[in-house]
């Protein structure tokens, strides 16, 4: 079993910036793709980054050249550096974890494990 633990989210006003951690625990993710998803209010979980085995990063096409995604293997973290950010990127932002490391999948029915989740909310 993974145990995921998202941190960072908070209060930003547009144009600023964030980081989110994920802190994995249970057993080492380094082989895993692990990716950070969204929810907004009344909308689908969606995609925002991946990143597999080799560090290789995928982002969401409305987001991408805001965001890097990152992971320290060693220290079993995985970030979020998000700038420029707008209003409609308020969302809970879930860190997730897929045991197929090269796969980088964008849908949430792929991954295995789950985070709780940490609010980002952006005022205009």
């Known amino acids: 079993q993974v145990q995921l633990v998202e941190s960072g989210g908070g209060l930003v006003q547009a144009g600023g910036s964030l980081r989110l951690s994920c802190a994995a625990s249970g057993r080492t993710v380094s082989t895993y793709t692990m990716a950070w998803f969204r929810q907004a209010p009344g909308k689908e979980r969606a995609f925002v980054a991946a990143?597999?085995?080799?560090?290789?990063?995928y982002y969401a096409d409305s987001m991408k050249g805001r965001l890097t995604i990152s992971r320290d293997n060693a220290k079993n973290l995985v970030y979020l550096q998000m700038s420029s950010l707008k209003p409609e990127a308020t969302a809970v932002y879930y860190c997730?974890?897929?045991?197929?490391?090269?796969?980088?999948?964008?849908?949430?029915?792929?991954?295995?494990?789950w985070g709780q989740g940490t609010q980002v909310t952006v005022s205009s």
């Open positions: 990143t597999g085995t080799g560090s290789r990063t």
């Open positions: 997730a974890a897929d045991r197929i490391g090269w796969r980088a999948a964008r849908t949430p029915a792929e991954y295995d494990y």
